[in-house]
Structure formats: structure tokens, C-alpha cells
T-cell receptor, first 108, second 113 residues
Framework: SQQGEEDPQALSIQEGENATMNCSYK?????LQWYRQNSGRGLVHLIL?????REKHSGRLRVTLDTSKKSSSLLITASRAADTASYFC????????FGTGTSLTVIP | DGGITQSPKYLFRKEGQNVTLSCEQN?????MYWYRQDPGQGLRLIYY???????QKGDIAEGYSVSREKKESFPLTVTSAQKNPTAFYLC????????????FGQGTRLTVV
């Protein structure tokens, strides 16, 4: 399988804290994307980072990419209860594969 | 409104029956994908199509079939050969080329009874 892996599998933090989740992948990529999924719903795109970029910001999101280690991280700053969801990385190379996901719970 | 629609939202099937899940998009996207989601395993790729009348197997295509006769539609058939079909199925579409994001439907939850 070409599926990436994310860690931690589950993360529980207090509102206002930062949340960091990591993604490791196996193949060469053109870009890496992060998605969010609320329980029982479809995924929603959050941010895309190109293979020649090392860091990207969007609002409270910060994504890093290390292609030499085949890894990426997603940082959500100043978390809110509404950030509670599962987060997935997706690698975009010859095919489009998703990671195993991190389930984030933000406690009010 | 533009988007991608999956139907039905919930589906129950008796063992031994084939069932077809619908996925329709009006985003004019060339590429469409089917994923299966089980608890704790993330999304696994079943089939994908990058152009009409062409599709490719993903990691877990056994027991599934698809067709792509129209750009807007990419139905997935779960056959009786799929040994453990109970899962949440997600359809996605996107433009071909680099740096394109995927748009997802709301999913179909299939339960074998």
C-alpha cells in the first residue's frame, strides 16, 4: 500500500493550546495536502504545500515539508473547540493517497 | 451550486447482493476517485479515473467495479465478491494537473445485514 501514516493517531488538548500532527509517506510527490474531516462527513481541503516548499502558512495553520525525510507536519495554533475533527495528509504523485489520519479533540 | 453528490447517504445490503453507489459532480472535473474508510485505517483507494471511459485500480479494487461513461458520473458497484463491504465510502473529484485540490462528497455508509 502507498498509504501514508500519521501520528499521533489521537490527540486531546485544551482550547487555546497548539496542536501538532505529523505525516510520513513513501513515494516521491509533486505536492502534499492536508484535509479535515468532521465525524461522518466528507473531507475538506485545508492547505497545499509544493514539493519545493519547506513551510507554508494559512491563518492558524502552519505546514512544513521535508522531502528528504518524506515527512510533513501540520500545526494548528490557538486551537478552538470547533477544530475538533480528524486531519489527513494526502500525497500527490502518480496517484492521490491519504494518510491514516489524526483524530483531534479540543476541550473547551 | 457546484459540488459533488453521493447517494444514498445510508445503504443496507443483504449478503450476496450487488449494490451500486452513486457519485455525481458538476464541477467539470476530469479526475474522480473512490475511497473506502474503516475506523482507524484512514482512506484507502479503491478505483480512480482521470478521463472518461478510462479507470485504474487502486490498492483495494478486489470485489468492486466502476464505470466512467460520463464525465459527471463515477458509480461504484460493490459486488458479492467483496468479503467485508460494511464501511464508509467516499467519492472525490478534482481537476487534472498539478496543484489541484480534491472535493469530496458527503459519503455513503454501507451496511451488510
Amino acid at each position: 500500500s502507498q498509504q501514508g501514516e500519521e501520528d499521533p493517531q489521537a490527540l486531546s488538548i485544551q482550547e487555546g493550546e497548539n496542536a501538532t500532527m505529523n505525516c510520513s509517506y513513501k513515494t516521491s510527490i509533486n505536492n502534499l495536502q492536508w484535509y479535515r474531516q468532521n465525524s461522518g462527513r466528507g473531507l475538506v481541503h485545508l492547505i497545499l504545500i509544493r514539493s519545493n516548499e519547506r513551510e507554508k502558512h494559512s491563518g492558524r495553520l502552519r505546514v512544513t515539508l521535508d522531502t528528504s525525510k518524506k515527512s510533513s507536519s501540520l500545526l494548528i495554533t490557538a486551537s478552538r473547540a470547533a477544530d475538533t475533527a480528524s486531519y489527513f495528509c494526502a500525497t500527490d504523485g502518480n496517484q492521490f493517497y491519504f494518510g491514516t489520519g489524526t483524530s483531534l479533540t479540543v476541550i473547551p | 451550486d457546484g459540488g459533488i453528490t453521493q447517494s444514498p447517504k445510508y445503504l443496507f445490503r443483504k449478503e450476496g447482493q450487488n449494490v451500486t453507489l452513486s457519485c455525481e459532480q458538476n464541477l467539470n472535473h476530469d479526475a474522480m476517485y473512490w475511497y473506502r474508510q474503516d475506523p482507524g485505517q484512514g482512506l484507502r483507494l479503491i478505483y480512480y479515473s482521470q478521463i472518461v471511459n478510462d479507470f485504474q485500480k487502486g490498492d483495494i479494487a478486489e470485489g468492486y467495479s466502476v464505470s466512467r461513461e460520463k464525465k459527471e458520473s463515477f458509480p461504484l458497484t460493490v459486488t458479492s465478491a467483496q468479503k467485508n463491504p460494511t464501511a464508509f465510502y467516499l467519492c472525490a473529484s478534482r481537476r487534472t494537473g498539478l496543484l489541484t485540490e480534491a472535493f469530496f462528497g458527503q459519503g455513503t455508509r454501507l451496511t451488510v445485514v
